[in-house]
Every structure is written in C-alpha cells, then in structure tokens.
C-alpha cells in the first residue's frame, strides 16, 4: 500500500489543457444550508474526485475562499464549477430548466433527476434505487437536514442505513456514499 503525506496529497493546480481533458458527468451536488466549513471543503474534494460538473452552495453555506475551506478541499475548489444560490429550491429550478442533451439509450435521461440524501419516513436505502443521469444529490444543514421543501419536490429520498448504535453519519461522508454509489452505475 502506498502510504502519501500532505505534500504528495496536494497536488499541482492543474493547467487550463488538464481541466479540458476531465470528463465531467452529468452529477450536480447541491448543498442546503450546509455550514461546516470543514465538510463544505471536503465536499469540493469528493466532487473533483466524482468529476461533478458543479456544486451549489445554498442559504447559510459559506462560499470561497475561505481558509477552512481552501485546507479541507486541497484546493479543488479553484477547479470544481460552484455557484451560490439563495436556496437549494432555486439551484434545482435553476437545473431543471437546464437544456440537457437529448438521451443516450443506455445511460442518460434527458431530465434532472434530484435525489436528496436524508433520513426521512418515505426515504429508501441509497443502494436500491435506480439512479438516472443527470441528477442532483441534495445534502442537508448538518442538525437541521435538507429542508422540508426540497424533501417534498425531490424524486428520490434516499438515507443509508445503520447497523451500531449511532444514527447519522456526517453529511460529507453521506454525501460520499451516494455519490461512488451514482458513479459507480455509470462507469
């Protein structure tokens, strides 16, 4: 096993040619009041490593630069496509009138799907959904959760489940689990 300290962890920025060549996937990370600046860091990190077009930062959730950000992202966020929007509900509207390319047969709907990641009585297991690209993976304010309003015009709710005696895991890790679960069907 390869073993990396903080200086092979944070790489070059990558050239304008670099950022060309990335395939970016239909994948839209929207978060909702999340206000850990920490996670909000990792969550650029964990949309670079997922190649997401673009993250929305919603409501409370602090924008760049910001030093904790800056740290926890590895400084992704320079290259990660992020935009600021009031509420989660307006970067979904945003999304859904979005021209999308037409369907592939295999892979793509032509519409946004939005999947929010919360624990909630109509929520099913993240790994028994039948995720369509594009799509948008709501996540939530870390006490609070994703708001009542994106919960009731989302496709899909989805939450994972938990064996110990904790019932949540941090919102970047949920976020995470979601996200290589989505990837993971389209790759």
Same mark, same amino acid.
């Given at each position: 096993?390869?073993?990396?300290?903080?200086?092979?962890?944070?790489?070059?920025?990558?050239?304008?040619?670099?950022?060309?060549?990335?395939?970016?996937?239909?994948?839209?990370?929207?978060?909702?009041?999340?206000?850990?600046?920490?996670?909000?860091?990792?969550?650029?990190? $964990?949309?670079? *490593? /997922?190649?997401?077009?673009?993250?929305?930062?919603?409501? +409370?959730? #602090?924008?760049?630069?910001?030093?904790?950000?800056?740290?926890?992202?590895?400084?992704?966020?320079?290259?990660?496509?992020?935009?600021?929007?009031?509420?989660?509900?307006?970067?979904?509207?945003?999304?859904?009138?979005?021209?999308?390319?037409?369907?592939?047969?295999?892979?793509?709907?032509?519409?946004?799907?939005?999947?929010?990641?919360?624990?909630?009585?109509?929520?099913?297991?993240?790994?028994?959904?039948?995720?369509? $690209?594009?799509? *948008? /993976?709501?996540?939530?304010?870390?006490?609070?959760?994703? +708001?009542? #309003?994106?919960?009731?015009?989302?496709?899909?709710?989805?939450?994972?489940?938990?064996f110990g005696v904790n019932k949540?895991?941090?919102?970047?890790?949920?976020?995470?689990?979601?996200?290589?679960?989505?990837?993971?069907?389209?790759?």
């Amino acid at each position: 096993m390869i073993k990396l300290g903080a200086r092979e962890l944070r790489t070059r920025e990558p050239s304008e040619e670099d950022l060309k060549k990335i395939k970016k996937n239909p994948l839209y990370i929207i978060l909702d009041n999340v206000l850990d600046t920490y996670n909000i860091g990792s969550i650029f990190r $964990l949309a670079d *490593a /997922v190649g997401a077009k673009k993250i929305f930062l919603c409501g +409370s959730t #602090e924008t760049p630069p910001n030093h904790r950000i800056k740290k926890a992202s590895v400084d992704t966020w320079k290259w990660v496509d992020w935009e600021y929007a009031p509420t989660a509900l307006e970067a979904i509207a945003k999304l859904k009138t979005f021209p999308f390319a037409k369907a592939s047969a295999d892979r793509q709907n032509s519409k946004l799907k939005v999947y929010a990641v919360e624990q909630y009585q109509k929520s099913v297991s993240y790994n028994k959904v039948d995720y369509q $690209l594009p799509c *948008a /993976v709501v996540v939530g304010h870390e006490t609070d959760g994703v +708001s009542k #309003e994106v919960l009731e015009m989302a496709d899909e709710i989805v939450e994972i489940p938990m064996f110990g005696v904790n019932k949540s895991l941090n919102v970047m890790v949920s976020c995470g689990v979601v996200l290589f679960e989505i990837a993971r069907k389209f790759k």
